[in-house]
Structures are given as structure tokens and as C-alpha cells.
Antibody, heavy 117, light 107 residues
């Protein structure tokens, strides 16, 4: 049974960099695209981008080059960094796995990140 | 980007009711459309993938249909555990985009 878990600081100061890691256990991260998706409290879902095990990435243009993703296949982990954060980046951040355009069938429980001084 | 819209944005229904939620894409996405259920404080859960395929473990009262730009999620007989918010999502292209959600609550 594949399990997915986000980790990282819950509080980030404005203008600093938000960094989160997702660890996949119970299976390999291979053959899946791994995405980061966020959700401000009471609002909808926004896709930040995705990474494949080869290191190939796709990012949401709306983030204007603030986002970078990386993968460590030896640890079954992938990460996201979001620079120059503001209060608008406060959200629950999820990592999710997608196989062959068939929807996100693996989700982490989410990591709440608050941007505040 | 492909824009996704949903209607209604919310609805009130009773246990046993048949519920239909509509999702529309701003351009044709073939059948690359998926439905999720989200309960408060939880991650979304995949219900239907590729417009009409039931995800493993999901009750058969959930069904999906459509192709191109117009899609429907139907709950044939609403159960107490189905009160939640439902989202559609396209995987035809990146960026992946979600509909704004439909909240189903108790009448």
C-alpha cells in the first residue's frame, strides 16, 4: 500500500523560501508523475507543477518562475521550493501521484504552510 | 490554460436523492477528466478517472459520463457519507486545472 507524506516547516516569513518534501513509502516513485497541489483555506485546488523520476518537470506559469522541483529516487522523495512567498501563498500543500493521465490517485495528507512574520 | 467550470456551486439534497454535477472545459479534453471527493480536513479522493471509469474501492452509486467539453458526475442514491465537496480536473494538458468545486450538503 503506497503512502505519501509531506514534511517541512509550517511557518515561513514573507519574502523567504517555502520548502517541502514528499516521501513515498510502500512502493516505488517510478512510473508516476508527482505533483504539488495547494489549497488555501476554504478555497479550491491549484496545481503548482510536477516532476518525473527522470527529473523532468512542468510548472504552472502562474507562479512566474518562483517554483522549483527536484527528486531523489534513492530516498523515494521529491521536493518543492517556492521563493519570495507572500501571505497569498498560505495554504495546505499536497503532494499527489498521477499515472498516465489517469488522475491523481495517491495523495498525501497535506502540510499546512502559513506565511507570516 | 484550460479553464474548468462546475455547476452548481452548491446544492442541498436528502439521503436517497439522485444528484448530478456538471463540469465543462474551455476546450475539448477528450476523456481526460477526473472527479474527486473532498471532505473537511482531508485530501481529495479520486472517484472517477477518464470521465467514466470507477476508481477501485469507490461505491457503484458514483458514475461519470461525457467527453469533449461536457461531463457529468452522478450519485444515484446519496448516502450520509457523500456530503462533501466535489471537484473535476483535467489531465489533457499542463497546467493541470481543477473546477471550482461543488459543495453537497444536507437539506
Amino acid at each position: 500500500q503506497v503512502q505519501v507524506q509531506e514534511s517541512g516547516p509550517g511557518l515561513v516569513k514573507p519574502s523567504e523560501t517555502l520548502s517541502l518534501t514528499c516521501t513515498v513509502s510502500g512502493g516505488s516513485i517510478s512510473y508516476y508523475y508527482w505533483s504539488w497541489i495547494r489549497q488555501p483555506a476554504g478555497k479550491g485546488l491549484e496545481w503548482l507543477g510536477r516532476i518525473y523520476t527522470s527529473g523532468g518537470t512542468n510548472y504552472n506559469p502562474s507562479l512566474k518562475s518562483r517554483v522549483t522541483m527536484s527528486v531523489d529516487t534513492s530516498k523515494n522523495q521529491f521536493s518543492v521550493s517556492l521563493t519570495s512567498v507572500t501571505a497569498a501563498d498560505t495554504a495546505m500543500y499536497y503532494c499527489a501521484g498521477e499515472k498516465q493521465q489517469m488522475g491523481f490517485d495517491y495523495w498525501g495528507q497535506g502540510a499546512l504552510v502559513t506565511v507570516s512574520s | 490554460d484550460i479553464q474548468m467550470t462546475q455547476s452548481p456551486s452548491s446544492l442541498s439534497a436528502s439521503v436517497g436523492d439522485r444528484v448530478t454535477i456538471t463540469c465543462r472545459a474551455s476546450q475539448s479534453i477528450s476523456n481526460y477528466l477526473h472527479w474527486y471527493q473532498q471532505k473537511p480536513g482531508k485530501a481529495p479522493k479520486l472517484l472517477i478517472y477518464a470521465a467514466s471509469s470507477l476508481q477501485s474501492g469507490v461505491p457503484s452509486r458514483f458514475s461519470g459520463s461525457g467527453s469533449g467539453t461536457d461531463f457529468t458526475l452522478t450519485i444515484s442514491s446519496l448516502q450520509p457519507e457523500d456530503f462533501a465537496t466535489y471537484y473535476c480536473q483535467q489531465s489533457y494538458s499542463t497546467p493541470r486545472t481543477f473546477g471550482p468545486g461543488t459543495k453537497v450538503d444536507i437539506k
